[in-house]
């Protein structure tokens, strides 16, 4: 994937819908594009230190003490419940077939959100999203 | 297939004046001279597995026989180091020899250095390679291009220069010293880093660079006494080592264009993504737009300097099926440096930061330096031999009651797990009470992430506020937890509180 096609990419997911051109040239100079084969675990459930992930094409699924929970896919992100809260991560995340992703250190998270308002509110949107989602099903 | 199948090295006569490895059929193949390839072609001879080694270049040193472009590494060689030179531990104050595991092999670099600083000039990391090909009896096929790679139905023929040669597995030790620049509109205008010219000839001239990273601000650091103006320029803020952690940020000796920066003394920091670069009758205008705050720029200077990166030189490998990432400049990688997506495709040297590993709080892993690589070349011809050839590496047994003193003295003193933070990982298996083995050092991720027996392994970690401490994985019936361990002022990991600490952890499982 070209820089110009990363931007694009970049362009069409909703967390970053509100950023002007250079805004998302500098997030795709921020972040790592990281690529994970099929079955490779991408977080790993009780290590620390782990990092912030957004799905940039593939799916992965995401496993809480071994039994599936939900599929991720493009323009989902995760790891950053175990960032803000300072624990580790309560699943694993494994790539289903070829997985490519961005990713953001987590001790640069805080300064990131801080940077792009408009990011951190859309991950808040995401967020209110999955716990209305999640009180659906109680 | 017209590529013959040749008889085992030992059988064949070989002389000085007789350049080694004609074409033919080869367990392995190696592709580079540079301290990737000789460091893995190295350890797979010392190991049994026959192979050919090739090279396009006239003799040893890879990218070293050209770059860095102002002559001096910036990674240390300590001559003068707290343990002996030559030994095991001097690795960790040694960062840029090869290894050696028999003695006159390793620590060979600070031979050649003059003093002047403990970054090693280009020509004393060259000289280094080459004395290091030279005693260590490390035989390559120079002036043999690789050209072009088919698959077979055992493995793989390789197109060279000199004729075809097949194999069974392949290890590209090609590098990433290809220039690389973005799809910028007039990029092709200017010139990349690899032509910078003297320092000399841009005597009161207005500089751009593009790019913020070590090459981009090595340029600024070497023009800043000739220079009437310089300004770099990429999309990010300027990442720093000493804020990173790790050798990902632009490096301390580096520095002096950012303080100028700061001091507000003619060298700006801009952090702006390029939008075209023109030319104008005295030289060039680039066009760039404010990333961290809005703003337009049309900057007129005399000249531009792409520092813009390297890529890998894969050739065909894309269309032989190797998947690549990082905007396609590094092949996508197993824990033990295989292409995910061919396999008996292997890479060594810098080109195997393509297996991230488990990147514990953002600190990448050091391969792609030869402080790292070098490391990760060792278990790679480990991993080759005994899952590709059979040959078993002897593992030595353990007793019980010294794993815990083993373990704790390792994150102490290991230069792997000091190169290799969080990456590579000293294992102990514990198949029963009565028999525990040294594994060696694996990667960390295939120690957490792929199952087997009993286990413990130990790493160097470093967290987000910069404090070094042993991160510890015991694997019991399959399942793998993590436990760190405490920090010491000293970095000695070896007090009777770790003790103690590790102890209480490994209860049960020794």
Redesign the interface.
């Known amino acids: 994937?070209?820089?110009?096609e990363?931007i694009d990419t970049l362009a069409g997911l909703a967390l970053f819908a509100d950023l002007?051109?250079?805004?998302l040239?500098?997030v795709?100079?921020?972040f790592?594009?990281?690529?994970f084969?099929d079955g490779?675990?991408v977080l790993?459930q009780?290590?620390?230190?782990?990092?912030l992930y957004i799905v940039v094409s593939g799916q992965a699924a995401v496993h809480v003490d071994g039994t599936q929970r939900t599929i991720l896919s493009r323009g989902d992100f995760f790891g950053e419940i175990s960032i803000l809260l300072g624990e580790?991560p309560v699943a694993d995340v494994v790539a289903m077939g070829?997985l490519?992703c961005l990713?953001?250190?987590?001790?640069?998270v805080e300064t990131f959100l801080l940077?792009y308002p408009r990011v951190t509110y859309r991950m808040l949107q995401a967020e209110a999203r999955r716990v209305r989602s999640t009180n659906l099903w109680r | 297939m017209a590529v013959t199948r040749r008889q085992p090295q030992s059988r064949r006569r070989r002389s000085a004046s007789v350049r080694p490895f004609p074409p033919g059929w080869y367990p392995v193949i190696t592709v580079g001279s540079g301290p990737g390839g000789l460091q893995t072609s190295y350890f797979l001879r010392r190991l049994g597995v026959e192979h050919a080694a090739l090279s396009a270049d006239p003799g040893a040193g890879g990218m070293f026989r050209r770059y860095p472009l102002f002559q001096r590494l910036i990674s240390w060689s300590k001559p003068y180091a707290p343990v002996e030179r030559g030994t095991r531990p001097y690795e960790w104050y040694d960062w840029n020899s090869l290894l050696g595991d028999a003695p006159g092999h390793g620590a060979l670099v600070p031979e050649f250095m003059d003093g002047k600083s403990y970054f090693p000039s280009r020509t004393a990391m060259e000289r280094g390679l080459a004395a290091f090909a030279d005693r260590a009896r490390v035989p390559v096929r120079y002036n043999c291009r690789w050209e072009g790679t088919k698959r077979t139905d055992d493995g793989f023929v390789l197109v060279t220069s000199d004729g075809e040669y097949a194999c069974r597995v392949v290890v590209f030790a090609i590098g990433m010293a290809e220039p690389w620049t973005p799809e910028v509109p007039g990029m092709d205008l200017v010139p990349h880093y690899v032509r910078t010219a003297s320092p000399r000839a841009y005597a009161d001239k207005r500089v751009v660079i593009l790019g913020k990273r070590n090459s981009g601000f090595e340029v600024a650091d070497a023009l800043l006494p000739w220079a009437r103006q310089i300004i770099l320029l990429s999309p990010r803020p300027a990442l720093l080592s000493i804020h990173s952690r790790s050798t990902a940020g632009v490096r301390a000796r580096y520095l002096l264009p950012y303080e100028d920066h700061v001091l507000g003394g003619g060298v700006f920091v801009l952090d702006a993504a390029t939008e075209r670069i023109e030319r104008t009758p005295s030289g060039y205008r680039v066009y760039a737009k404010g990333t961290t705050r809005p703003s337009d720029f049309a900057l007129d200077t005399d000249t531009v300097i792409a520092a813009t990166g390297f890529t890998t030189p894969l050739l065909d490998l894309r269309t032989l099926g190797v998947a690549t990432f990082n905007q396609d400049r590094l092949p996508a990688l197993t824990p033990f440096w295989e292409s995910t997506t061919v396999r008996g495709v292997f890479f060594a040297g810098t080109v195997t930061q393509g297996a991230i590993g488990l990147k514990k709080h953002g600190i990448p892993s050091n391969s792609g330096g030869v402080a790292g690589f070098r490391h990760n070349a060792r278990v790679l011809a480990r991993h080759l031999a005994e899952t590709y050839f059979g040959i078993t590496v002897p593992r030595a047994g353990l007793r019980r009651d010294n794993v815990v003193l083993h373990l704790l003295s390792e994150v102490t003193h290991a230069p792997e797990l000091w190169n290799q933070r969080s990456y590579l990982a000293r294992v102990v298996n514990v198949h029963s009470r009565e028999r525990i083995e040294e594994e060696g050092i694996l990667p960390l991720s295939h120690f957490v992430d792929v199952g087997g027996p009993d286990a413990v392994a130990i790493v160097l970690e470093t967290d987000q506020t910069g404090d070094h401490h042993p991160a510890v994985y015991v694997r019991r019936g399959g399942r793998v937890t993590e436990h760190v361990l405490p920090s010491d002022p000293l970095h000695n990991f070896e007090t009777p509180a770790h003790r103690a600490q590790l102890t209480a952890l490994l209860d049960g499982l020794l």
């Open positions: 994937m070209s820089r110009a990363l002007s051109r250079p805004q040239e500098a795709a100079h921020t790592e594009e990281e690529y084969a490779q675990r790993r009780g290590f620390s230190g782990s990092n580790p070829p490519r990713a953001l250190a987590g001790s640069e940077a």
